[in-house]
């Protein structure tokens, strides 16, 4: 049974900084590309970052380049959302997504096979 779990969310001051983490497990972790959505309340749901299966491409939306990170490490089956310089419009639900043998730049979350429950992020002003 594959699982993602997201961990990392919370509450966070203006500026501040917060890492998210993505335990996958009951899948071949090399074989997926990562990526990572948020969905605010009454917003759609939008892709932020992914990363391809070797780690050596990522990919960002525009709205968190350069203040966003991922990265994955294969050795423990985790994707990172590394995520500075926050403001309250990063308020959302972050989930993480894994798509067998992608590139790791799909914006589509339909192109993933697995998501997680997602976790929280609160940015306060």
């Known amino acids: 049974q594959v699982q993602l779990v997201e961990s990392g969310g919370g509450l966070v001051q203006a500026g501040g900084s917060l890492r998210l983490s993505c335990a996958a497990s009951g899948l071949t972790f090399s074989r997926y590309a990562m990526g990572w959505f948020r969905q605010a309340p009454g917003k759609e749901r939008e892709f932020v970052a992914g990363v391809s299966r070797s780690g050596g491409n990522t990919y960002y939306a525009d709205s968190v380049k350069g203040r966003f990170t991922i990265s994955r490490e294969d050795a423990k089956n985790t994707v990172y959302l590394q995520m500075r310089s926050l403001t309250p419009e990063d308020t959302a639900k972050y989930y993480c997504?894994?798509?067998?043998?992608?590139?790791?730049?799909?914006?589509?979350?339909?192109?993933?096979?697995?998501r997680g429950q997602g976790t929280q992020v609160t940015v306060s002003s």
């Open positions: 997504a894994a798509h067998l043998l992608g590139a790791g730049g799909s914006t589509s979350l339909r192109s993933y096979e697995y």
